[in-house]
């Protein structure tokens, strides 16, 4: 499967925009990008997904870069409940049976 | 529905004990999982299951055994526990095993275990 890249961490004040980068370079055509996160002390939660274009959802939305070797989580405002571990991971289309991974991920604090 | 439950909450193993983790899920879904989590990294995958009666091996399923008798439950088996085994546990399950690139996971709330 192909991997991802992501930063081990960032910072953001409350009631701004963050933005979550994720490298996949090695990216196939039949694969989707898909962002969880983890609460503390929680198990992960699914945010949303995508192929090519952007998606949009109540919880965030998702830029894919036009070459697909890269994507951006956006949440639009900030809140203290969304400190999490956001994890981007590829879902291959045409693998019939779920074997996902989940790398280290963004460890997300946000400033009050 | 009640999602994806997880029992116990905690638990601590003396070295060579062995227990089973419950796991249940009451939406019908095909796809079940076991996923390790050790402190500071990722999820890494245990066991998996695409059905009742078929399961296999993730990236790291020594020492630990599954078996998948009905749809709901998927118990995960520590035969002789070890400290390395010492992490937080999670079960999980997706609607369909088929385009499973559409399908969102849905995880349990975790079991803490310790191992002496």
């Known amino acids: ?112 | 529905n009640a999602g994806v439950t997880q029992t116990p909450k905690f638990q601590v193993l003396k070295t060579g004990q062995s227990m089973t983790l419950q796991c249940a899920q009451d939406m019908n879904h095909e796809y079940m999982s076991w996923y390790r989590q050790d402190p500071g990294m990722g999820l890494r995958l245990i066991h998996y299951s695409v059905g009742a009666g078929i399961t296999d091996q993730g990236e790291v399923p020594n020492g630990y055994n599954v078996s998948r008798s009905t749809t709901e439950d998927f118990p995960l088996r520590l035969l002789s526990a070890a400290p390395s085994q010492t992490s937080v546990y999670f079960c999980a399950s997706s609607y369909s095993t088929r385009r499973v690139a559409y399908n969102e996971q849905f995880f349990g709330p975790g079991t803490r275990l310790t191992v002496l």
């Open chain 1, 1 to 112: 499967d192909a991997k991802t890249t992501q930063p081990n961490s960032m910072e953001s004040n409350e009631e701004e925009p963050v933005h979550l980068p994720c490298n996949h370079s090695t990216i196939s055509g039949t694969d989707y990008i898909h962002w969880y996160r983890q609460l503390p002390s929680q198990g992960p939660e699914y945010v949303i997904h995508g192929l090519t274009s952007n998606v949009n959802n109540r919880m965030a939305s998702l830029a894919i870069a036009e070459d697909r070797k890269s994507s951006t989580l956006i949440l639009h405002r900030a809140t203290l409940r969304d400190a999490a571990v956001y994890y981007c991971i590829l879902r291959d289309e045409e693998t019939s049976y779920d074997k996902v991974i989940f790398g280290p991920g963004t460890s997300l604090s946000v400033i009050p």
